[in-house]
């Protein structure tokens, strides 16, 4: 059973920055695609990044911001966000991508607000 647990959320002004991480409980990153989902309230959740090897994917909302990268070492993938905006406010997950193959963790809240 992989188990997800991600940190690193927080309240921040916007145009501020926050870097997530997500430890996985044992090594997955060889053979899957890793990703971090958001979930807005009322809203469906939603890709916003992932890599596979040295590739990189964005939806457009947070491309140019947001850079997604891991640690094999440290079984960990993390997200830096930069220019954060308030509709960038959600709950954020890691899973792998582009579909979600273990069960959720709790996910970590940024709230992006003055």
């Known amino acids: 059973q992989v188990q997800l647990v991600e940190s690193g959320g927080g309240l921040v002004q916007p145009g501020g920055s926050l870097r997530l991480s997500c430890v996985v409980s044992?090594?997955?990153?060889?053979?899957?695609?890793m990703g971090w989902y958001r979930q807005a309230p009322g809203k469906e959740r939603e890709l916003v990044a992932s890599i596979a090897g040295f590739a990189t994917h964005y939806v457009d909302s947070v491309k140019g911001r947001f850079t997604i990268f891991r640690d094999s070492a440290k079984k960990t993938v993390y997200l830096q966000m930069n220019s954060l905006k308030p509709e960038d406010t959600a709950v954020y997950f890691c899973?792998?991508?582009?579909?979600?193959?273990?069960?959720w963790g709790q996910g970590t809240q940024v709230t992006v607000s003055s």
């Open positions: 044992r090594s997955i990153f060889s053979t899957n695609v």
């Open positions: 899973n792998t991508g582009p579909t979600p193959s273990y069960s």
